[in-house]
């Protein structure tokens, strides 16, 4: 899978051990400056009034979509689902779009990849079928082209030809 | 059966200076598991002792095995195929030629029938007579010895309540009518709480009766329950006895073990904080009264309840040595499982045992002991099993830690969780609870969740700080939703989660490759299989 070395990572309890209230939050690079390595599994961390806390980190998982990270802190132990914030908007997005695909709403296309619009095959008001080519997307020197997943109006393009997207982007709104 | 690498000096040996160096025993069978197990065997080594431990599957590589001359296997881990099989433990003991068994607590500890077995083997038990458990392992029996012994019992029935008899149903009502109410319907041959009902209103009793009656017959095979007043709030205060079979008795000091939940100990202390002089001494003369006039011997502990009107009221003999027996060593300075194996050997209480019993009234050091079990306290204590990844405990000036557990073992769902006991001690309960913040900090463990949370919120408490302390504190008091502990836990756990998989934590690299071995499956995906196959018993 991708890196996920300095992009916003989304981290919260792993649905099998959390607890109703428990927090997920989305953090990026800089949220971390505060916190160090101390020792083999040991981590520090100065919090906003200056008080240092330790965390013992446990075992390291590699999972589908990210990593479970066991993290012991004060005695409580978590196991922690940490996942590339892009992409786990996509997929919640993903998720709301399908229960509003169901309902007839429009439909959102989201980068899947990261890259640079290459071109733009579709104008604003243009009909499309299912699986007509809508853009064409360049990551890793590949040539993606991007389909409708159905059929509809084109009602929004965001990105303009030779724009860099990240992961998770608007690109077209199919009404 | 495997032979220990030790050559052990035997029962009587010669010391370099020539005087004898004699043993109570020559080899005794430690017949319990994992701290206990571990710390009886210490007390027999450090007294010339041979030991023969015994141990289920699960624990065949555990410490407890590992520190005894000889180990025995007594069956498959289940407690009831293990350590519960009198019979097997018997035959272990036999065969290993052990002249006495130590049943340590739990288990076959409080069994009459067993010390009996092993009395009429030949073999000496390392605790009361058969016949005192007996009839102080009948909660009735014992009231009604407490009574002869002029000691205040709670106040309730002396006799088992009729259950089945539609005739008798307003004279048992009479009686709780007299007691009052909100009053408990008790297991005589109870302990944790089973068969326990709580009673507010006269119509409720007859169902109360029969529902703990039934709970009593299948979980103790003896149905008789009786009636006894609720006294709340209360403090849970115990005295430590030691007899020897001359009948001297000495009172060992008291411990308040008022913090509980579900009547299971958490933090337990010693000396309890706030007593009078007058009131510790008329609390131990009442313990020692009471254990002579059941011709107790050897180490025991009588419960009171101590209520806002600062009464003590009978509750119970156990007829073991106690989990929380290290925070009175602490205190006095005397091994209680050492005096254990003297007593049982025949020796008369030694001058230092009734010296520390005479100080006993002022003592002049003050102990805690936190247990710190596989619990989720989050979670309403659930039992967690699970392997232990990291585990540190601590050490220093004031600490004894009490455990059998190693980095990478197995908490297994068949036992108790209890897997480490933490003791602390200063000259004072202002130092003792320093030492506990101090000693908390130090502990590391991962893979398992465990009560150290609890344990750290005690240690923080401003009310336990000043002593208020009763049986209803950890209700009253133990909300880690509320007070935030947890979800200010986790806002730093997220935070260092992020950072680590910045770091480059768990990428699937050589990083990884290097530290485990891809053939082997996760320690988590083990421990979450292993976890579901057996699942805690309750």
């Known amino acids: 899978m991708a890196s996920l070395s300095r992009r916003p990572l989304r981290v919260g309890p792993a649905v099998t051990a959390s607890l109703p209230g428990d927090a997920v939050v989305d953090l990026s690079p800089d949220d971390a400056l505060a916190v160090e390595p101390f020792g083999e599994g040991r981590w520090s961390l100065r919090d906003a009034t200056g008080l240092d806390h330790t965390a013992l980190l446990g075992e390291v998982l590699a999972t589908k979509s990210g990593r479970l990270v066991e993290v012991v802190v004060a005695g409580w132990r978590f196991e922690l689902a940490v996942d590339d914030a892009a992409r786990a908007d996509l997929v919640e997005r993903a998720q709301r779009t399908n229960r509003a695909q169901r309902r007839g709403g429009p439909l959102e296309v989201r980068a899947i990849i990261p890259g640079r619009i290459m071109a733009i095959s579709v104008a604003v008001g243009d009909a499309v079928a299912a699986g007509q080519q809508l853009l064409v997307v360049e990551a890793m020197k590949m040539q993606n082209e991007l389909r409708a997943p159905r059929a509809g109006t084109v009602e929004r393009i965001a990105p303009a030809i030779g724009d860099t997207i990240d992961l998770g982007d608007l690109l077209i709104v199919i009404g | ?538």
């Open chain 2, 1 to 538: 059966m495997t032979a220990g690498p030790r050559s052990a000096a035997g029962p009587a040996s010669l010391r370099k200076d020539g005087t004898a160096n004699v043993a109570p025993f020559g080899r005794v069978l430690v017949a319990n598991r994992g701290e206990i197990a571990l710390r009886i065997i210490r007390a027999a080594r450090d007294l010339g002792i041979e030991t023969v431990a015994v141990y289920s599957d699960v624990d065949a590589n555990s410490v407890h095995v590992r520190a005894a001359d000889l180990a025995v296997r007594l069956g498959p881990a289940p407690a009831g195929e293990s350590y519960l099989r009198a019979d097997a433990v018997l035959d272990a003991a036999i065969r290993t030629s052990a002249q006495a068994i130590h049943p340590g607590y739990g288990f076959l500890a409080e069994r009459a029938s067993f010390a009996r077995a092993v009395e009429d083997a030949g073999l000496v038990f390392v605790g009361p007579s058969s016949a005192a458990i007996g009839s102080l392992g009948d909660k009735l029996a014992a009231r009604r010895l407490a009574h002869e012994a002029g000691v205040p019992a709670v106040p309730g029935t002396l006799e088992p309540a009729s259950v089945d008899r539609p005739d008798q149903v307003d004279a048992v009502i009479a009686t709780a009518v007299e007691i009052g109410f909100p009053l408990l319907v008790k297991a005589a041959a109870g302990g944790g709480g089973r068969g326990m009902r709580r009673v507010e209103r006269a119509e409720d009793l007859p169902a109360a009766l029969a529902a703990g009656a039934a709970e009593s017959a299948s979980a103790f095979g003896d149905g008789s329950v009786y009636l006894e007043r609720e006294i709340r709030p209360a403090r849970h205060i115990e005295v430590q006895l030691l007899g020897d079979t001359a009948g001297t008795v000495v009172a060992l000091g008291e411990r308040d073990c008022s913090l509980q939940r579900r009547h299971q100990k958490l933090v337990e202390e010693s000396p309890a904080p706030g007593l009078t002089p007058e009131e510790r001494r008329e609390l131990h003369e009442m313990a020692v009264r009471l254990a002579r006039t059941a011709g107790l011997t050897n180490a025991a502990t009588a419960e009171f309840l101590f209520d806002a009107q600062r009464r003590f009221w009978f509750l119970e003999v156990n007829t073991r040595l106690q989990v929380e027996h290290g925070v009175t060593e602490l205190v006095t300075d005397i091994d209680l499982v050492r005096e254990q194996f003297w007593i049982a050997a025949g020796r008369p209480l030694g001058a230092d045992v009734i010296a520390a019993a005479e100080a006993a009234g002022s003592p002049r050091r003050h102990a805690i002991e936190v247990r710190i079990a596989a619990e989720d306290p989050a979670r309403g204590f659930a039992p967690v099993p699970g392997r232990i990844g990291r585990w540190t405990m601590p050490s220093g000036p004031g600490v004894r830690v009490d455990t059998a557990v190693e980095p990478g073992n197995r908490v297994p769902p068949d036992y108790d969780p209890l897997i480490a006991k933490l003791m602390v001690a200063d000259t004072t309960r202002e130092g003792a609870i320093a030492r506990l913040r101090r000693a908390l900090d130090e502990c590391e463990v991962t893979g398992i969740q465990t009560t150290l949370p609890f344990h750290r919120f005690v240690a923080d408490h401003v009310g336990f700080a000043a002593g208020e302390l009763s049986t209803d504190w950890v209700v009253e008091h133990w909300d880690p939703v509320a007070t935030d502990l947890r979800s200010d836990a986790l806002a730093v756990a997220s935070r260092v989660a992020a950072a680590a998989v910045w770091a480059g934590a768990g990428h699937s690299g050589a990083a990884e490759a290097e530290q485990r071995d891809p053939a082997r499956p996760s320690a988590w995906r083990q421990a979450g299989r292993e976890a579901a196959r057996d699942r805690w018993p309750r």
